[in-house]
T-cell receptor
Framework: DTEVTQTPKHLVMGMTNKKSLKCEQH?????MYWYKQKAKKPPELMFV???????INESVPSRFSPECPNSSLLNLHLHALQPEDSALYLC????????????????FGAGSRLTVL | GDSVTQMEGPVTLSEEAFLTINCTYT??????LFWYVQYPGEGLQLLLK?????DKGSNKGFEATYRKETTSFHLEKGSVQVSDSAVYFC?????????????FGTGTSLTVIP
């Protein structure tokens, strides 16, 4: 199994709603990532979890709350979002080891397209 | 710090034309280099990779060579097809730093016309 699965594929929410994006991988990867991507732009890193601990938070507003319940799952809880938060949210994973010899490839899911009304 | 500079697009080519997308990098340590491709409405997919100087990554007719002397990793394909229309991202991961961070270029949009 070499996939990262994201649900839902599409989400429309109001500014007062609470919703969650989910991500799952079964490749034994120990690093998991959330990226935000606007149209025609590169992915912007939001959060990194290494061995289920939050290791990088790129100054993301608190209306985005990540959670890593176990090594296979990553959630992004959304609350009180703004219309400018509408974007494609990409989950990714990598081996997470500082191996000099490995390629340590980043594997992406297909994304969750979020629209905030 | 680490960064990737990528050729600005968009690029429009006729089918069977030669493709080059330039990518240069700055890294403090020993980066691995990657090209990712994103088709419309999808996530990013790994296209090819190289982990050390002079390595050549290749896949689906695309090639890129890790050139340490010029800090470059240019993507090439000898004969593009309409199905190659996508956005291409150059990326690096510096294995000498303690984080698990990957750095992406700005992306180059390629359109191939029949």
């Amino acid at each position: 199994d070499t996939e990262v699965t994201q649900t839902p594929k599409h989400l429309v929410m109001g500014m007062t709603n609470k919703k969650s994006l989910k991500c799952e991988q079964h490749m034994g990867h120990r690093a998991m990532y959330w990226y935000k991507q606007k149209a025609k732009k590169p992915p912007e890193l939001m959060f990194v979890y290494s061995y289920e601990k939050l290791s990088i938070n790129e100054s993301v507003p608190s209306r985005f709350s990540p959670e890593c319940p176990n090594s296979s799952l990553l959630n992004l809880h959304l609350h009180a979002l703004q219309p400018e938060d509408s974007a494609l949210y990409l989950c990714a994973s990598s081996q997470g080891n500082r191996e000099v010899s490995g390629a340590n490839v980043l594997t992406f899911g297909a994304g969750s397209r979020l629209t905030v009304l | 710090g680490d960064s990737v500079t990528q050729m600005e697009g968009p690029v429009t080519l006729s089918e069977e034309a030669f493709l080059t997308i330039n990518c240069t990098y700055t890294a403090t340590g020993y980066p691995s280099l990657f090209w990712y491709v994103q088709y419309p409405g999808e996530g990013l997919q790994l296209l090819l990779k190289a982990t050390k100087a002079d390595d050549k990554g290749s896949n689906k007719g695309f090639e890129a060579t890790y050139r340490k002397e010029t800090t470059s990793f240019h993507l090439e394909k000898g004969s593009v097809q309409v199905s190659d229309s996508a956005v291409y991202f150059c990326a690096l991961r510096d294995l000498s730093n303690t984080g698990n961070q990957f750095y992406f270029g700005t992306g180059t949009s390629l359109t191939v016309i029949p």
